[in-house]
C-alpha cells in the first residue's frame, strides 16, 4: 500500500467541484438568453476533468484521506468514460432543453453534482464514502428528473424515484451497519481481509449481505427493484431520462465491484451473493424482455430494455472473476453508449411541442433520412447483439465468463440467449417501422451541426467497436487486474 501526498488521487473530484462553484456563480450574471456561455463552461469542466484524470491515471492504486479514497486504474477509466457520456448528454439535450425552458444554471449545475457523486462512488474505499458518493448522485438526479416543474407526468416520476431512492438507500445504508456490526470495520480492504480470516459473526454477516445486494439491485434496477425504472424513464424529460438512463449505470458497476468484488469478495461470502444475483440477473432477462415486448412508448420500451441488459451485467459480474468482471464492465461501457445512441435518436426528433417517443413515431424514418435510419439500426442490432455490432462482442464475453463456472454456467448461458432472441423482437421491431411502413410524420430532420456529428459518430463507433473491440476489452481487463484481482 502507497500514501502520497492526501490531494493528489482526488484532483479530478476537486478541480470538478471547484468548476461547479464557479459555473453557478457566473450563471448568476447570465441572462436567460446568453445560457449558451454556462453550457460551454460545463462542457469546458468537463474536459479539464478529463486532462486532469488522464493526466493523474495511476498504474498502482494509491490511497488517501485515511485510507477512505483510492485512484487505481479502474476509477481512472471508468471517470473518463463518465466525462464522456455527461458530455455527450449535454450536446444531445441542448435543442430539446432549449426548446421546453429546461436550458439553464439549474440543469447544469446538478448534471454536474451528480458527475461529482459519480466519481466519489468510483473512488470509494470505505463503505461511508460509497454511500455519500451515491446520495450526491441520486438526489442531484431527483431535482433533475423534476426540473420541468410544470409537468405533472416528471413532477410524479420524481416522487416515485424519490421514495423508492429512499427505500434502497435505507436498506443499503442497514445493510452496511450490519457488516460493520460483522466485522468492526467500514474499511473495504480491511473487510475484505477479516472476512478472509473467518473472524466474523456468520448470521449478522448474511443479513448485511442481503440488505447490501437489495440495494445495489435498486441502484441497477434488476429485478424485483426495477418498478422505478419505467415510470422514471417514461415520466422525465427525455434529456433528463438520457442522463439517467447512462452515466449513473457506469459509477452503479464500480458501486458493485468495490462492495461485492472487493469488499465482499472471499469465497465464504462469495458464493452466497452469487446465488442471489444468479437470481435477479435471470429474473431481469425474463421480465425485462418479455415485457418490453407489449410497449408502445419508446421510453418504456428502452426502460424495460434496460433491466434485461442489467441482468447481462449481473451475469458477468456473478462468475466471480477477473474475466466476468471485465466482461461486465465491457458491458456496462458499450451498453451506456448504445442508450445514448437511442435516447439521442428521440431527441433529434422531438421538437416543439412534440415528443418523438412513441414507436409511431420512427415510422419511415428512411424516407425522411437514410443515414439516422442506417444510424438507428446500428443501435438496434447492437442491443440485440447482432454481428459485426459491439453489442454481440459484449454478450459473448459475458457468456464465455459465464463458461467457467461449469453446468450452471452453462444453464445460465442458454437462458441468456433464449432471451435475447426474445428481445431480438422488439429491437427488430423498430427497424421493421423504419423500413417498412410509411411516414407518419413528414416534418424535415435538420438538427444542429454538433448533434449531427455527435449522433454519426455514436452509431459508427457501435460498429467500428463490434469490429475491433480488442483495444476497449483488453483496457477493461487491465484495469481490473491492477486495481480489483491485483494479478498485473
Known amino acids: 500500500m502507497e500514501f502520497i501526498s492526501p490531494l493528489w488521487p482526488a484532483y479530478p473530484e476537486l478541480f470538478l467541484l471547484g468548476a461547479v462553484c464557479v459555473i453557478l456563480v457566473a450563471d448568476l450574471f447570465v441572462a436567460d438568453e446568453n445560457r449558451i456561455v454556462s453550457y460551454g463552461l460545463t462542457l469546458a469542466a468537463l474536459a479539464g476533468t478529463v486532462v486532469v484524470i488522464w493526466a493523474n491515471a495511476p498504474v498502482r492504486a494509491v490511497y488517501t484521506f485515511s485510507n477512505m479514497f483510492v485512484g487505481d486504474l479502474m476509477g481512472s477509466v471508468l471517470k473518463l468514460f463518465v466525462c464522456i457520456a455527461v458530455m455527450m448528454v449535454l450536446v444531445y439535450s441542448r435543442p430539446y432543453a432549449s426548446l421546453r425552458g429546461m436550458f439553464r444554471g439549474e440543469f447544469f449545475a446538478l448534471a454536474l453534482f451528480s ?43 420524481a416522487m416515485k424515484y424519490f421514495v423508492l431512492g429512499a427505500l434502497a438507500s435505507g436498506m443499503l445504508l442497514y445493510g452496511m451497519s450490519m457488516l460493520y456490526g460483522a466485522t468492526g470495520t467500514l474499511d473495504i480492504g480491511e473487510l475484505a481481509t477479516v472476512i478472509g480470516e473467518g473472524g466474523v459473526l456468520g448470521t449478522v454477516l448474511l443479513l448485511g449481505l442481503v440488505f447490501v445486494v437489495a440495494g445495489l439491485g435498486f441502484k441497477l434496477g434488476a429485478v424485483p427493484f426495477h418498478m422505478w ?20 449505470k457506469i459509477a452503479a458497476f464500480a458501486f ?18 452469487r446465488q442471489m444475483l444468479m437470481v435477479m440477473a435471470v429474473l431481469s432477462l425474463v421480465i425485462g424482455n418479455v415485457t418490453a415486448i407489449v410497449q408502445s412508448n419508446l421510453k418504456r420500451m428502452l426502460a424495460y430494455s434496460t433491466i434485461s441488459h442489467m441482468g447481462f451485467v449481473l451475469l458477468g459480474i456473478l462468475s466471480g472473476d477477473e474475466n466476468g468482471y471485465s466482461a461486465a464492465m465491457f458491458y456496462v461501457l458499450t451498453y451506456v453508449f448504445m442508450t445514448l445512441g437511442a435516447f439521442g435518436m428521440i431527441l433529434l426528433l422531438s421538437r416543439a411541442g412534440f415528443e418523438a417517443e412513441n414507436l409511431d413515431d420512427f415510422k419511415g424514418l428512411n424516407q425522411r433520412s437514410a443515414w439516422y435510419a442506417f444510424l438507428m439500426l446500428l443501435l438496434m442490432f447492437s442491443m440485440v447483439g ?71 459518430l455514436n452509431g ?18 487491465y484495469s481490473i487486474q491492477a486495481s480489483v484481482t491485483g494479478a498485473y
Open 386 to 456: 447482432i454481428p459485426p455490432t459491439v453489442g454481440f462482442y459484449a454478450k459473448l464475453a459475458v457468456l464465455q465468463a459465464l463458461l467457467g463456472l461449469g453446468d450452471v454456467g452453462i444453464a445460465l448461458a442458454v437462458i441468456a440467449i433464449l432471451f435475447s432472441a426474445v428481445g431480438a423482437f422488439y429491437y427488430l421491431r423498430v427497424v421493421k417501422l423504419m423500413y417498412f411502413d410509411a411516414p407518419e410524420d413528414v416534418a424535415p430532420i435538420a438538427p444542429r451541426a454538433d448533434v449531427k456529428v455527435l449522433m454519426s
Open 460 to 477: 459508427l463507433a457501435m460498429l467500428y467497436f463490434g469490429i475491433v473491440p480488442g483495444p476497449l476489452m483488453a483496457l477493461c481487463l
Open 115 to 157: 458527475t461529482l457523486g459519480m466519481f466519489v462512488m468510483i473512488s470509494a474505499n470505505h463503505l461511508l464514502l460509497l454511500y455519500l458518493g451515491l446520495e450526491l448522485m441520486t438526489l442531484s438526479l431527483y431535482a433533475m428528473v423534476a426540473l420541468q416543474r410544470d409537468s405533472a407526468t416528471a413532477t410524479e416520476a
Open 229 to 248: 425504472i419505467p415510470d422514471v424513464y417514461h415520466g422525465a424529460p427525455t434529456a433528463v431520462t438520457l442522463f439517467v438512463a447512462s452515466a449513473p
Open 256 to 273: 458493485v465491484i468495490r462492495l461485492l468484488g472487493q469488499a465482499l469478495g472471499a469465497e465464504i461470502v462469495m458464493d452466497e451473493w
